[in-house]
């Protein structure tokens, strides 16, 4: 007979397990919040994946093709694990959908439920959702993946756009004191994409550090050497309007200019990683721990980053803390092991 | 204080120390110095930055160093330029309080009678003889064009025909000019024992003697009426 396992939540990390899981001959249950797939990525329309601008769709679409094919994985769309038992070494769940709820049982359960983009308007230096022109990383990535590159405001395209890093990530005001990890990257890449695919729009990148970790390193000093992509170290003070419907970034310019109040066109800002409301829910709901930053804390994050401190249920992707795509699949598969295991083990 | 041939004061590395630790052991330090990545968001929000060559970001990387060179720098002139807005502590990520520091930098000023301290104060001796002889911070007679040239052009029709001006406001006022307000005896005793508990009085002394003196006669007759 085979094993039965829950996964709960769709994105790249709980896609890539379930499919890992499949492929073992597992039974999955793949417990899915939106109506659709694909978790942030597909939601906010992401185009192009760093580091060698991939289309999302070779990933994202990848995964959902194979989990759909799968015999063996029941996708319960628009729905959420109700309650939660545990029974023995398994576990009872509730999953409740449009169609009613379905109480099953499963041998052990991977916890996917991701991240939420961080809400600039929480700070109100940005200015965001007061001026159109003022959006942020997934607004833009959305823009560029519904080709439609233009000004909010009067519909036309930006001549001089900046784009403003560590928004909502490093600074004690918002409540978050940790790194986004990606954010860095997402917009040197973004800044790389516009430059070529709007050659005559300058890009500006203010920021406090560049973290373009490992071999992102390339983007970053690509964008100076092949795009002219202005980089300049100054973390934004206030954003503020200006004349001839402009945006005025106000900051210093830490090594070269000082002072400085720039008028842009557009700007972009690196918004980054939450918990999000999921993460406590579900941490209340399975009784699993939550950390101080608001994700889910691993048993030991440099030994088992993949597991809960709760025996058999395991952890995936960036609901464990800020993550690139490429690190919430791997996490997938390896959380996909574990609970593969211990099912196994416990059968 | 010792001079050079130039006449620039020597200042000793052991004053400077002092001051450093002065600093360091305010009950304040803790909260107001924490970590920077000199992300320039302070002086960026900053407005004296726009007219003085003053940044909140290198007071507090000054602090940060731990040089009493460094942090000496800055108590002449350079402490006086801030606004004490606080603009900085509202947007600093890491919750640092630049303008904090510069209120223990300034307070160890006055407190150690420093030129400087002196030179910015001069102006408030009529504002503190003011408020020790009325319990008032400003009455009309204290608005003479010398004391206020920011206030523009008018200052001097302003400052004419202030009791005829004074009858012309359409709210209960005391008449007179000297005052804007009566305080009482009892509030004004009050006043001094604050003074004397926060040092207000020996601050006084410190940086204009001659002040001091006639804000010690008026004390006293206050006291012992």
């Known amino acids: 007979m085979s094993e039965n396992i829950l996964v709960i939540g769709g994105g790249p990390a709980g896609l890539n397990a379930a499919v890992m899981l499949s492929e073992l001959g597992v039974n999955v249950a793949l417990v899915e919040r939106d109506s659709f797939l694909g978790g942030n990525p597909k939601k906010f329309k992401y185009k192009f994946l760093f580091p060698d601008m991939q289309p999302a769709d070779n990933v994202i679409g990848e995964l959902i093709k194979k989990t759909e094919s799968a015999g063996n994985i029941k996708v319960y769309y628009s729905s959420e694990v109700s309650d939660f038992k545990e029974n023995g070494k398994k576990f009872d769940a509730v999953i409740k959908s449009a169609s009613g709820s379905e109480t099953k049982t499963f041998d052990s359960v991977i916890v996917a439920t991701g991240f939420e983009h961080f809400d600039p308007a929480r700070d109100a230096k940005y200015s965001y959702q007061l001026f159109d022109d003022v959006i942020d990383i997934k607004d833009l990535e959305r823009m560029m993946g519904e080709n439609n590159f233009v000004r909010p405001s009067n519909g036309k395209p930006p001549k001089k756009v900046a784009f403003i890093l560590c928004v909502g990530s490093r600074d004690r005001h918002v409540g978050n004191q940790y790194c986004s990890r990606v954010c860095c990257t997402v917009s040197v890449k973004q800044a790389i994409e516009m430059r070529e695919h709007f050659p005559d729009c300058e890009a500006y990148i203010f920021y406090m550090d560049i973290r373009t970790y490992g071999f992102f390193e390339d983007l970053y000093w690509k964008a100076m050497e092949e795009h002219d992509v202005q980089i300049v170290k100054g973390r934004i003070a206030e954003i503020t309007s200006g004349p001839d419907n402009t945006v005025v970034c106000k900051g210093e310019d830490t090594l070269l200019r000082g002072p400085f109040e720039i008028p842009f066109d557009m700007v972009v800002l690196a918004s980054g990683m939450e918990g999000g409301p999921q993460s406590p829910e579900i941490s209340n709901k399975l009784g699993i721990e939550l950390d101080e930053h608001g994700f889910l804390k691993p048993e030991n994050v440099t030994l088992s980053p993949f597991k809960s401190n709760k025996p058999g249920v395991f952890l995936a992707g960036a609901c464990t803390g800020p993550k690139a795509i490429s690190d919430s699949i791997t996490e997938g598969a390896a959380a996909a092991m574990n609970a593969y295991t211990y099912a196994v083990k416990n059968r | ?225």
């Open chain 2, 1 to 225: 204080m010792e001079y050079d041939e130039n006449g620039v004061s020597i200042v000793p590395a052991e004053l400077k120390k002092d001051i450093f630790e002065e600093a360091r052991k305010d009950f304040r330090y803790e909260e107001y110095v924490r970590g920077c990545l000199n992300c320039g968001v302070c002086t960026g929000g900053c407005p004296p930055h726009r007219f003085f060559d003053f940044s909140p970001r290198i007071v507090l990387q000054k602090m940060k160093s731990k040089d009493p060179e460094l942090i000496w720098t800055m108590m002449d002139e350079y402490v006086w330029a801030c606004f004490q807005c606080f603009t900085c502590a509202m947007i600093c990520p890491f919750l640092n309080s630049p303008g904090g520091v510069i209120a223990i930098l300034r307070e160890i000023a006055v407190r150690r009678g420093f030129e400087s301290a002196k030179k910015v104060l001069k102006p408030y001796s009529r504002v503190l003889l003011k408020l020790t002889a009325y319990g008032n911070q400003l009455s009309p007679d204290m608005i003479q064009p010398d004391f206020f040239p920011d206030w523009g052009p008018h200052i001097g029709y302003a400052s004419t025909d202030l009791a005829v001006k004074r009858k012309a406001i359409p709210m209960p006022t005391l008449q007179v000019t000297n005052l804007a307000w009566d305080v009482a005896p009892e509030t004004m005793k009050e006043l001094y024992d604050i003074f004397d508990e926060a040092g207000v009085f020996k601050i006084i002394e410190s940086v204009d003697p001659s002040l001091y003196e006639i804000i010690q006669d008026i004390v006293d007759d206050v006291r012992s009426s």
